[in-house]
């Protein structure tokens, strides 16, 4: 076999390959063997019938067919990696000359990954939020918690902002009762804004027994993004009673014995959320500052794909998920069919590069992952999808999807590389040490990668 390869820009080329025809050998046999198997001719047994009689009742022409589809995908395979290739994808295959006995020449023309220089990072800088927790913050958190251990009591008075109502609802869309739209005994706080847009007007001042109706525009539902009448009764009205902000909350509400001990330990918390905040921003604009530095020609088929793929997601799992279709979501976020397609498109341009200039730092840096590197991935991936690690775990490898985690994380740690040589001051003049949070510092990737890697794997798709 013989092979050249012609650059048509950065990321695609076209092979050119030529095969001597005693190298189909192999394929030519197992074309005979298959057509055998499928085929009955009188006066033969299935399975013996001479390539002399296939050939003459059936055609040469369908046997080197066969022989050819069989024989392509692994000379294509020995093209590219003699060239020494990174594929993208699959490529378009052309047979451009085909003699029996004598040759067989193709073309395929495929996407690979750009070569990419990656400069010298160690100059970057960047600004982050300074780690700061003001006594509002303390007394913000102290707050929340309290209001988790309120407690309610019946009063007989009208409804007013922060009481806890108890109520029946009932939704009708063009005159006709919802067969969804139907719901009694519904505990709901006035004000939290978690029921129906409309409600906490319709049902202040009203008291147990009384009832209002009101328009609403539905979230969920058989009839989600249409408007609807809605009857509101409620049966009970209940007030909230904080308890006192001391010692015995303190002892009630956590494992200290003093508010002062509490609001300590609520410091430290919300500095490690700020900490960990401060540690994710560094990194997402030391990624700003190092894609900005390289140049990353992105294929169009990958891009595309991409592309596809994110609105398709969007569209068929979050947003169905939610009961919204696009129009709708596009309104709720103000946002035009163009502006949209912009940002998906802006989006998925920054994944790509992300991917293969991370990449291209794992090879440089010659970066592994470990198993324990991987167990640790695993688990927040697990986490953040709602499955056990022994469902997710069995998931990914049931769909061969292991070599796509160990991506993530190799990919976290060459940012993480690249984090460690920069400058990263707060904006307090500061130079933060991220070294000093490593307990908090996330290590992935901040950023949107491709929902399908550059090898155009299938489910589950990446993060």
Known sequence: MKSAVETLNPTRVRLSIEVPFEELKDSLDAAYKKINQQVTVKGFRKGKIPARVIDQRFGRGAVLEEAVNDALPKFYTEAVNEAELNPLGQPEVDIT?????????????????????????????????????????????????????????????????????????????????????????????????????GIDEAVTGLEAGGEATFASELKGGSAAGQEAQVTVKVTQVAARELPALDDEFAQLASEFDTLEELRADSRKRLENMKQYDQATQAQERVLEKLLELVEVPVPEKLLEDEINTRKHNLEHHQLGQMGLDLDKYLEIQGKTAEEFDTETKEAAVKGIKTQFVLDELVNKEKLNVNQEELTEHLMRRAASSNMSPDQFAQAVVEGGQVPLLVGEVARGKALAVVVEAATVKDTNGEIVDLDDEDDETPTETPTETPTETAEAAEEPTEA
């Open 97 to 197: 000359e085909l003699k029996d006995g004598e040759t067989l020449n193709f073309t395929a023309e495929v996407d690979i990954r750009p070569t990419i220089e990656i400069p010298d990072y160690s100059g970057i800088e960047v600004e982050v939020d300074a780690v700061e927790v003001s006594e509002a913050d303390i007394d913000e958190s102290v707050e929340q918690l309290r209001e988790r251990f309120a407690a309610t009591s019946p009063v007989e008075r009208a409804a007013a902002d922060g009481d806890v109502v108890t109520l029946d609802l009932e939704a009708k869309v063009d005159g006709e009762v919802l067969e969804d739209g139907v719901a009694e005994g519904i505990s709901y706080t006035i004000g939290s804004g978690e029921l129906l847009e």
